[in-house]
């Protein structure tokens, strides 16, 4: 078990921010990859971005480059998504996963991540 707590949704309008936070156990924590993924119903779950805990490299889908960034304090073991401007297209459930272990992968693919946390709602209004 890898617990993962997701904390920080919220209901905005438009145009607005918000910091989603996700909280990881502090085992093996350094050598990880954690991304934050947004589900919608009926549609796939969107990988959004992605960062290498030991030394911070990121990577971000094209949907939010530029108005979201994720970022890591590793005394805290928390990961952080912010979320600036804030689109209609933007609402859903954002769930944060660690991919951690020996020869652990760090992708923008769902299936590369091995725990995940419960989610965090966000919606958006016009």
């Known amino acids: 078990q890898w617990p993962l707590v997701e904390s920080g949704g919220d209901s905005v309008q438009a145009g607005g921010s918000l910091r989603l936070s996700c909280a990881a156990s502090p085992y093996g924590y350094g050598s990880s990859c954690v991304g934050w993924f947004r589900q919608v119903p009926g549609k796939a779950r969107e990988g959004l971005a992605i960062i290498w805990v030991g030394d911070g490299d990121t990577e971000y889908s094209d949907a939010v480059k530029g108005r979201f960034t994720i970022s890591r304090n590793t005394t805290k073991n928390t990961v952080y998504l912010q979320m600036n401007n804030l689109k209609p297209e933007d609402p859903g459930k954002y769930s944060c996963?660690?991919?951690?272990?020996?020869?652990?992968?760090?992708?923008?693919?769902?299936?590369?991540?091995?725990?995940w946390g419960p989610g965090t709602q966000v919606t958006v209004s016009p």
């Open positions: 996963a660690i991919s951690v272990g020996e020869g652990y992968v760090c992708t923008r693919r769902s299936g590369t991540f091995g725990y």
